[in-house]
């Protein structure tokens, strides 16, 4: 998504674009600027938005096809080939995803990573909290809202997810 934003918006030099690459959201806002920064934004939501919305539509008979193409989506996010499998934080892309696929945590996530950053005043602080969070917040949304158990993959998913974004943060 950095590379894209960086060169098709802003004509950088393919090595500046690479060199972004590597980093996360706020490295790109940091070197190439405000806007360069919400394009890439805009790139991470909409490719995670767009997988499980996609293999939703294409695949509606297989249960969980959504999760799974969403957490491909953050994999390749963090982990792109291109790269060296050196990529971004998965921060936003994971919440996009949980966004689309379960609005009721994505809400809960968002009050708590920004009352976390409202009083600490660190966005990495309330993104890792958020991430480690999510499994707990996911679990607790399925029995007491949806009277449901989470089915393990689920779970598992979630852990894995929110153990990776805390490790590469």
């Known amino acids: 998504g950095v590379m894209v934003g960086a060169l098709i918006f802003l004509g ?14 706020n490295a790109v806002v940091g070197l190439v600027g405000f806007i360069a920064g919400i ?8 490719k995670a938005v767009l997988a499980v919305v996609l293999a939703e539509l ?14 491909a989506s953050v994999l390749g996010h963090i982990f792109p080939f291109y790269l060296k ?10 919440a996009a995803m949980v966004l689309v696929l379960c609005p009721g ?14 009083m600490s005043r660190y ?3 309330g993104s890792i909290c958020a991430a480690g969070l999510f499994p707990i917040v996911l679990h607790s949304y399925f029995l007491v809202i ?8 689920i779970t598992l998913t979630s852990v894995i997810l929110a153990v ?6």
């Open 12 to 25: 950088c030099p393919l090595r500046m674009a690479l060199r972004i690459a590597g980093g996360d959201l």
């Open 39 to 46: 394009l890439v934004g805009i790139h991470d939501i909409g």
């Open 58 to 71: 294409l695949f509606p008979a297989l249960p969980y096809i959504g999760a799974v193409a969403g957490v």
């Open 85 to 94: 499998f050196k990529g971004g934080k998965g921060v936003l892309s994971t």
């Open 105 to 118: 945590v994505f809400l809960l996530l968002l009050i708590l990573f920004v009352l976390i950053v409202f």
């Open 123 to 125: 966005v990495s602080l």
């Open 146 to 153: 949806l009277k449901a158990q989470p089915f393990g993959l």
């Open 164 to 169: 990776t974004i805390i490790v590469f943060h």
